[in-house]
């Protein structure tokens, strides 16, 4: 039998490891650190942490994720210092090993601390910079003031639908929706209210995913782009 080895490269990227102290998640934030990732790896054990191979680019930084705070104000840190998060891995979990009828009400509530409200404080905190890929680029080129880039134009041929225009534009279009019921109704489906109210065509079709929502219509309607 032949082993199969996958390979990965991280270089550039910054990485977020929750839970890097030990098992799964420690072993995450190594392997990413070994494909040349930035790894900031995070967790309530310090002693476990200082235990972490030292090296360049592998950060180990204290975090409770029970505290919406703590969540916060680690993921403002790594903005701060590294620019950007382009991915992120959420191990921190505890397990509960006494039977129910044993279980104090403080256990419980911490079990559901770390492994429920810290999954959504930690996402919560997240999603913003997602939304906004914070980065630090050298050149930043704004085309959304250009109103050339945006609009719909139906005429007795064709509906154009240019690259600038925002998913609620297509949602509120009274001609599209007359000739082109099936496209308008796509941005009900796409992300929430934030990506419908700033996400543009141009950039659902930049994304180059046949399985999204608007290059999966297109190519049902047999769209020219």
């Not at 476990?48 to 090296?55: E, R, S, T, V």
Request: proline share 5%; hydrophobic share 45%.
């Amino acid at each position: 039998m032949t082993a199969l080895t996958v390979t990965y490269d991280f270089s550039g990227s910054t990485i977020l490891v929750v839970g890097a102290a030990s098992g799964i998640g420690r072993a995450i934030a190594l392997a990413c650190h070994k494909a040349g990732a930035n790894v900031w790896a995070a967790d309530i054990d310090t002693s476990a942490l200082a235990n972490l191979p030292k090296g360049r680019n592998l950060h180990p930084i204290t975090l409770d994720v029970s505290s919406s705070c703590a969540c916060r104000a680690v993921i403002d840190d790594i903005i701060a210092s590294a620019g950007q998060i382009d991915a992120a891995v959420l191990t921190a979990a505890m397990q509960i090993r006494t039977p129910i009828d044993e279980t104090p009400d403080e256990l419980w509530q911490s079990h559901l601390d770390v492994n429920l409200s810290g999954v959504f404080y930690l996402v919560r905190a997240l999603i913003p910079v997602m939304k906004q890929r914070l980065a630090s680029p050298k050149l930043i080129v704004d085309l959304s003031k250009i109103e050339g880039l945006s609009g719909i134009e139906v005429t007795p041929r064709t509906v154009t639908s240019k690259a600038m225009t925002k998913h609620r534009d297509v949602a509120n279009s009274k001609e599209l929706l007359e000739v082109m019921p099936a496209l308008a109704s796509v941005p009900d489906a796409s992300g929430d209210p934030h990506v419908r109210g700033t996400g543009t065509i141009g950039g659902s079709v930049a994304n180059n995913d046949p399985n999204a929502d608007y290059p999966a219509a297109w190519l049902g309607l047999g769209a020219t782009i």
